[in-house]
Each structure stands twice: as structure tokens, then as C-alpha cells.
């Protein structure tokens, strides 16, 4: 079987096609899909026992939503997730996230957590999806320079912050991760 990878425009048209009224899906089931897969992945390659302390960095779109699912199912793995969100979204589906997150006990914090090895085992880049694009604004520019100059692994839901899906980290400015969730399409 070969692999075909789609291109940024490609995988904007795939989502507007599963959430239509034809297929019958809504933006809040493929966040609890990538939340999940993410939280699974994470669950594979890095033990809790290794890894028990998590911080998710969660961003102001649809990946900072997958970012607050994935921590929810962390917490049913046996992790400490810890939520960084430094631009909340008082809106539908945001404000039901973080209701959940706050049911389960998970720390949101406004202001950005030190990033002490010692205290955090793994970050969780949920900050810009597939569909970024253009500059990195404040304050995600200082957060992903912070988190590229600490030495405590990187897994980034769809793809690595700041990087444009088909040219990479092409300016240096993008998070450097260790490992990417990905999605298979059949």
C-alpha cells in the first residue's frame, strides 16, 4: 500500500466534507476523535512512569480543543496533565472543555508554567493545527521559542506550531517536536 500525504488545502476540504450534513459529523466529534488518538499515542510512547507530568500548551483554535481532550483522556490513563492557556476561548466548544477539565481537576494556568525538567516530563504542542498560517503572534512566538530552548520532549498534535504543512519549519521559527500524532485517511 502506498502512502499519499495531503497538502494543507487537501485536509481543509476533507474536514469541510466530513462536517456537512451529508456525513452528518460536527467539529466537536473530530476533537474528541484527535483528543483521543492523541492521548493514545502518548499513552504508546511515553510510560507514565516515565512521563507522569504533562503540560499541554493549548491554543486559541480547533488543536487547542484536541489539546483539552487529549488531557482529559491522560487523566483516565493515570497522567498529571497541566494546561497552559494563555488565550481562552469563552465561547461553545471551549467553555464546555474547560468545564470538563476543571471536573476532573486538571490545573489551567494563564501564565506560563517553568519548564523544569525535574517537574514536567512532556510537553503537548496543541497550539496551531494543520491550518496555520502566517506569522507567529504573541505571545505563541515567546511560548514555542521557550519550549524549543528547554530539554523536555515535544509531541505535537497534527503537526509541529508555526510549521506550513507543505514547506516544514521553512523560517526557524516553528516548535521543534519529537513526536507528531497523525491520521491515517482511507
Not at 31 to 55: D, H, Q, R, T, W
Not at 129 to 140: A, H, K, L, N, V
Request: some cysteine; overall charge negative; aromatic content about 10%.
Amino acid at each position: 500500500m502506498s502512502v499519499k500525504y495531503v497538502n494543507q488545502e487537501e485536509a481543509k476540504k476533507l474536514d469541510e466534507e466530513l462536517m456537512n450534513e451529508k456525513s452528518g459529523f460536527i467539529n466537536e466529534q473530530l476533537m474528541e476523535l484527535a483528543g483521543l488518538s492523541s492521548a493514545c499515542a502518548i499513552f504508546e510512547c511515553y510510560p507514565k512512569e516515565k512521563y507522569s507530568n504533562v503540560l499541554l500548551i493549548i491554543g486559541p483554535g480547533n488543536n487547542g480543543g484536541d489539546g483539552m481532550v487529549c488531557a482529559r483522556h491522560l487523566v483516565h490513563f493515570g497522567y498529571n496533565p497541566i494546561l497552559f492557556y494563555p488565550r481562552v476561548k469563552d465561547q461553545p466548544p471551549f467553555k464546555g472543555l474547560i468545564k470538563q477539565c476543571e471536573h476532573l481537576k486538571i490545573p489551567i494556568h494563564k501564565n506560563q508554567p517553568t519548564l523544569d525538567p525535574k517537574e514536567i516530563h512532556l510537553i503537548v504542542d496543541a497550539i496551531f493545527g494543520y491550518s496555520f498560517t502566517g506569522e507567529i503572534r504573541s505571545p505563541f512566538d515567546a511560548i514555542i521559542k521557550n519550549v524549543n530552548d528547554c530539554k523536555i520532549p515535544v509531541f505535537s498534535i497534527d503537526i509541529p506550531s508555526g510549521w506550513n504543512v507543505e514547506k516544514g519549519n521553512e523560517e526557524g521559527k516553528g516548535l521543534n517536536a519529537d513526536t507528531l500524532s497523525k491520521y491515517v485517511i482511507k
